[in-house]
């Protein structure tokens, strides 16, 4: 059985920061670990990337500001989500990509004052 679970969401103030965490189960073979986003009303976003070397890749609106580390013995991904913006405010999802990609359920991730 397969288990993807993402978790650090909540309710952060303009400039805070927020850590996501993601842990996984049943994948044996990972070729690239994947944080996405979905705000309401629009179209799902790849935030970063990050292969099992180390190697990664950013958004342009968040390069700078987020920054993507995984743990290199159990291929799981964080995300550490710094100077939020309210346009940050989305639902949260971490994928990996083995023989298939595999899904979280997501954590919402609110940017408000």
């Known amino acids: 059985q397969v288990h993807v679970a993402e978790s650090g969401g909540g309710l952060v103030q303009p400039g805070g920061s927020l850590r996501l965490s993601c842990v996984h189960s049943g994948i044996n073979v990972v070729y690239a670990m994947n944080w996405y986003r979905q705000a309401p009303g629009k179209e799902r976003e790849l935030v970063a990337t990050?292969?099992?070397?180390?190697?990664?890749n950013y958004a342009n609106s968040v390069k700078g500001r987020f920054t993507i580390s995984r743990d290199s013995a159990n291929m799981t991904p964080a995300l550490q989500m710094n100077n939020l913006k309210p346009e940050d405010t989305a639902v949260y999802y971490c994928?990996?990509?083995?023989?298939?990609?595999?899904w979280g359920q997501g954590t919402q991730v609110t940017v408000s004052s």
């Open positions: 990050i292969t099992p070397a180390g190697g990664t």
């Open positions: 994928s990996i990509r083995g023989k298939f990609e595999y």
